[in-house]
């Protein structure tokens, strides 16, 4: 008899709705899972808004507004339903909020920082609560 190997990975999706919460998926090795452009984007987003939480916390200044943050209005989503009006507000709200921690003077930018990383928070509520506790640690207490 033939034999099969299949590789039985775990994954741990970080549950955006209830209905997606933590889940095992067992998958023949020819179909790995694949990561949406959003969720990629979104990894993305959170690297970079570690560094500047670092960069602030050294007294020092984000440089550059990462351009790729502005994919948050075509990135392809999991659910493509989750691209609605709301969706929309909160993605323009969170790049200007963005845009400020990049242009802001040295003693407002731990303001700016953690309003920009609260419309991360604001958008998550609507849409997809599981990573809620990640991003609060972005915060700057
Ligand atoms: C306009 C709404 C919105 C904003 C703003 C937003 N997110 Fe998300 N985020 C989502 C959605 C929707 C998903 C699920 C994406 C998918 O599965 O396609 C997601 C997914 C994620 C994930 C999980 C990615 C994965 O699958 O591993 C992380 C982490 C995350 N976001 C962090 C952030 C951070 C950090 C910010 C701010 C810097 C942010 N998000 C801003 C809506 C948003």
Redesign the pocket.
């Known amino acids: 008899m033939k034999q099969f190997v299949l590789i039985f990975f775990t994954l741990l999706?970080?549950g955006?709705n209830s209905k997606k919460e933590t889940k095992v998926e067992i998958t023949p090795v020819t179909n790995f899972y694949k990561?949406?452009?959003?969720?990629?984007l979104?990894?993305l987003?959170?690297e970079?808004?570690a560094e500047n939480k670092k960069l602030i916390l050294a007294g020092k200044s984000p440089k550059t507004f990462p351009e790729e943050?502005l994919k948050?209005h075509t990135?392809?989503?999991?659910?493509s339903t989750?691209r609605n009006q709301d969706?929309?507000t909160?993605?323009n709200?969170?790049i200007n909020s963005?845009q400020q921690v990049f242009n802001s003077p040295q003693d407002s930018l731990i303001n700016k920082h953690n309003t920009?990383?609260n419309?991360?928070?604001?958008?998550?509520e609507?849409?997809?609560v599981?990573?809620i506790p990640?991003?609060k640690k972005?915060l700057i207490q």
């Open positions: 999706v970080v955006c990561q949406s452009e959003m969720a990629a979104m990894l987003m959170y970079k808004n943050f948050i990135a392809k989503l999991t659910d989750d969706f929309k909160f993605s709200y969170y963005m920009a990383i419309s991360c928070i604001a958008c998550h609507t849409t997809c599981g990573p990640r991003i972005l």
